[in-house]
């Protein structure tokens, strides 16, 4: 009997396809959940850092979400799971379900990543922008909401592709927590069958079709966008 053989059996005679279903929904539910809470709070984390203010309370956010950002860039991913998971969490007497706690660790880092990307967003666009809003008698938040925060995500759209990407394939990290995610189902297909060829090479290419239907959704994106400014 083939490796193939052995795989396909085990996949569909033995419902080893059960499990890949639960890994996809699971990595899907992280990795979008993550990109909406990254997006949510490095808004916030954005819009601090670039207030143009010397109040000392506003300086000391701007400093805390120093603190944040150089954190969360600066240590693995894993590294964070395992410490909320094993130490914060249980010390705070957090009891959270595992894949809404990995939805929240993913979030909390992305938006790290999002905070600096969407500064950089906001920052290319041009200053008469926010001058306009405040001469309609916008106060400064409702004009980077209404105004400013609309174009930076739409300069932004493809490199928010980019962190797409990368949460879907971190997800694979989160097995360390017990969650079962796409790559965990295919290491369960191996150590069933001790055949480990073709299930990785399966693996590899759900994740490669995976990217490319995420890159295919930013482009058709950017492409509505590009339409809607020209009329």
Known sequence: MSEIDIFIEYFFEDEGYKNFLDGLTNTAIIAVSGLLIGILLGSILAIVKI???K???VVICQKLCDVYIALFRGT???VQLLLMHFALF???GLNIESVAE??????LNSAAYISEIM???INAVDKGQMEAGRSMG???TQTMIRIILPQAIKNILPTLGNEFIALIKETSVVNFIAVMDITKSFQAVAAST???FVPYIVLAIVYLVLVLMITWLVHFMERRLSKSDRK
């Open 194 to 196: 001790y055949e480990y």
């Open 51 to 53: 207030i143009p203010s």
């Open 119 to 121: 500064r950089g967003g």
């Open 90 to 92: 249980p010390m705070l």
């Open 55 to 57: 109040n000392p309370i």
């Open 76 to 78: 693995p991913m894993v």
């Open 102 to 107: 990995a939805c929240l660790i993913f979030g």
């Open 138 to 140: 916008f106060g400064y």
